[in-house]
């Protein structure tokens, strides 16, 4: 393997945590491996294995690239957001010679033509500068976009916290989400209301402070806990358990709710996350010293050297094991028919869900 490609590189979190960082380590590192990014699908890079990072290709992008004999990687960030796309993109999740998962929920949803199928983490992106030390004292930290905050306030519904609560979130955004979050939260049964206080948004009683890499660095550094809050809906269960390896390979007390995919992963590595309703445990000097000892164990699997390697692994074995065939025009035909039926009936199912949906409310 001499070119490798990634992309394409949309300038979202994502792309840059998955394919720019780990791109330019492998540029760094590998003086007989030749790395190229792309920002869309208008071309096909000149490379024997191509990392496609989130966004779908068309499929006559993945057809000529299989024409070409290179070999493409998959990893769906966030792209199943519902049940339905899985049978929606049925034709081109069996044109990738692997689809590389974040979240193990993921695996029984995709098709049985799928090729190969890996499970690799993301790096820990935010390291702390130094070890955390145990407080007796604190404050507990919560970090997430705005979407995600009618959940959080749900959850705080319910649990009431035993130390003052701070929260870092993309206020640059919250104009635009205004309607949402007051909608959101009216549906979970939580009051609303947003006001400005000293220079900061007050939701509920409870202070926004902007995110940025330099705050949420002195906050994890300070904080004395840290947890999360998800819906248990389809989508959020297949997000990649990112927010739980922070906290945790950085060694800070960490709660998370049982239906997050943060919870299994955890626990399929023989260590099982504290929860919101067991405050004695989650902010306990033995689950720090536990949360330490496993980060201890397992932090040479976070870092960019190693998550590097398992791409090039994954590429290596499809390479090995590339099993591509000649496509002629009949077989083209038709899988770009077979397609476009999919399209067809992915559409049909979800004006039909919609209008089920509006149904029932008017019913209610």
């Not at 009949?330 to 067809?344: M, P």
């Amino acid at each position: 393997m001499r070119k490798v490609a990634f992309g394409p590189m949309v300038h979202l979190p994502s792309t840059d945590w998955v394919g720019r960082d780990v791109a330019e380590f492998l540029r760094d590192a590998y003086d007989d491996i030749h790395v190229e990014l792309f920002d869309n699908f208008d071309a096909i890079p000149d490379a024997e294995v191509i990392f496609i990072i989130k966004l779908m290709p068309p499929l006559n992008w993945l057809l000529n690239a299989q024409k070409r004999g290179i070999n493409v990687l998959y990893f769906p960030i966030d792209y199943f957001h519902h049940p339905a796309l899985f049978a929606k993109e049925r034709v081109k999740l069996a044109q990738f010679d692997c689809v590389l998962l974040h979240n193990e929920r993921l695996r029984p949803h995709l098709p049985n033509d799928v090729k190969n199928v890996v499970c690799v983490d993301h790096y820990l992106k935010y390291r702390l500068p130094e070890a955390k030390t145990f407080q007796d004292e604190g404050f507990i930290l919560w970090i997430g976009h705005i979407e995600y905050l009618p959940p959080l306030f749900k959850a705080l519904s319910k649990h009431k916290l035993p130390h003052p609560l701070k929260v870092l979130t993309d206020l640059e955004n919250l104009p635009a989400k205004v309607n949402f979050l007051r909608e959101k939260l009216q549906q979970a049964g939580v009051s609303y209301s947003l006001q400005e206080s000293d220079h900061q948004m007050v939701l509920n009683g409870v202070g926004l402070e902007q995110w940025s890499a330099n705050k949420q660095e002195e906050y994890m550094l300070s904080c004395k806990a840290a947890f999360d809050t998800k819906n248990d809906g389809f989508a959020h269960n297949l997000k990649p358990p990112t927010k739980a390896q922070k906290y945790v390979f950085n060694g800070i007390p960490f709660a998370i709710s049982k239906h997050s995919y943060g919870y299994d992963y955890f626990l399929n590595k023989g260590f099982e996350l504290a929860t919101l309703e067991n405050h004695e445990r989650w902010l306990s000097k033995d689950y720090f010293d536990e949360i330490n000892a496993f980060k201890n164990r397992y932090a040479h699997t976070q870092t960019l050297e190693y998550i590097s390697s398992q791409y090039l692994s994954a590429a290596e074995s499809t390479l090995n094991n590339s099993t591509q065939g000649q496509l002629n025009h009949y077989l083209w035909l038709y899988l770009l028919v077979k397609d476009c039926l999919n399209n067809a009936f992915y559409i049909a199912h979800r004006v039909s869900e919609k209008i089920r949906t509006k149904v029932m409310g008017r019913e209610q």
